[in-house]
Every structure is written in C-alpha cells, then in structure tokens.
C-alpha cells in the first residue's frame, strides 16, 4: 500500500464558474486558472499522482500547453487514475477537505462524491469529502481563495 497527498489553491474572481468536485456551484464568485480550476480534482489528482511518486498535475497537463485551457478536471482525475493503474496500483479510498468561506458546499458534498468515485472506478462510500470555513481567517476566510487538502490510500492491483 502507499499514501499520497494533495494540496491546491485556485483564486476567487469575478467572471468565473465555481466549479468544485466536478459540481458547476451557482456563485457570484467564480475560480481562476487555466483549466477549469476545479481545486478539489486537483488535490485529489495530486494526492493519487503523490502516492505512485510520479510528480503532480502542474507537471502532467502544464499552464503553458493549450490543449488544458479550460480542460474538464475531471477528465484529467481519469487520466491521472489510469496512470496509477498503468503503474499497478489501484485506488482504495481518499478522503478529502475543501477550505472556503464561501460559497457553501454542503448541498454538493453528495454530487462531488459521486463525481470523485465515478473518475476513480471506486464505490461513492470510499471516497470523503468534507468542508470547512476558516473561521473569516486567512486568504480564504477573506474571500480570496479556496484551498483543499486530499489524503489517498493506493494497494497493488
Ligand atoms: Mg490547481
């Protein structure tokens, strides 16, 4: 078995979708980045890619080729899990945290879940995601930014 880890952050702005675990969330605040800046797929892609130390996404599909601009992360969570099962691992669970003050999650969780599980051939009941606020502290706290944190467990096919 091995472990891995995820971390990201993508910026709050005005004019952008607010999409989270593959969910489209209604915001006036949107996030930014290259692909679709989905910050949840990408820890949780960085957590899989950490486990089998084989980089991360920022390495995989760089900001600078034009074939991610605006990809569907979710397309490149499957990617990301058929790299590890190349590898000769396969997922067991991941559990996973989004930090943001806004907009609220828990009418999501469920979706985000099912997304999450669907990408990485699992059942919805090994894969968490849970959401917190950071109390109105930090870049989060004053709007800037969501962050998420994703641990995973991987076992040799
Ligand atoms: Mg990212």
Known sequence: MRIGHGYDVHKLVEGR???IGG???PSPLGL???SDADVLLHAVSD???GSCAMGDIGHLFPDTDDRWK???SLELLKEVVRRVNEKG???VNID???LAQTPKMAPYISEMRKNIAAACNVNQDLVSVKATTEEGLGFTGAKQGI???AVCLVDNI
């Open 96 to 98: 996973a945290t989004i």
């Open 23 to 25: 969910v489209d969330i």
């Open 70 to 72: 605006g990809a569907d």
């Open 32 to 34: 930014l980045g290259h």
């Open 89 to 91: 691992y396969r997922v």
């Open 147 to 149: 962050a998420a944190h």
């Open 17 to 19: 979708k607010c999409i």
């Open 47 to 49: 957590a899989l890619l």
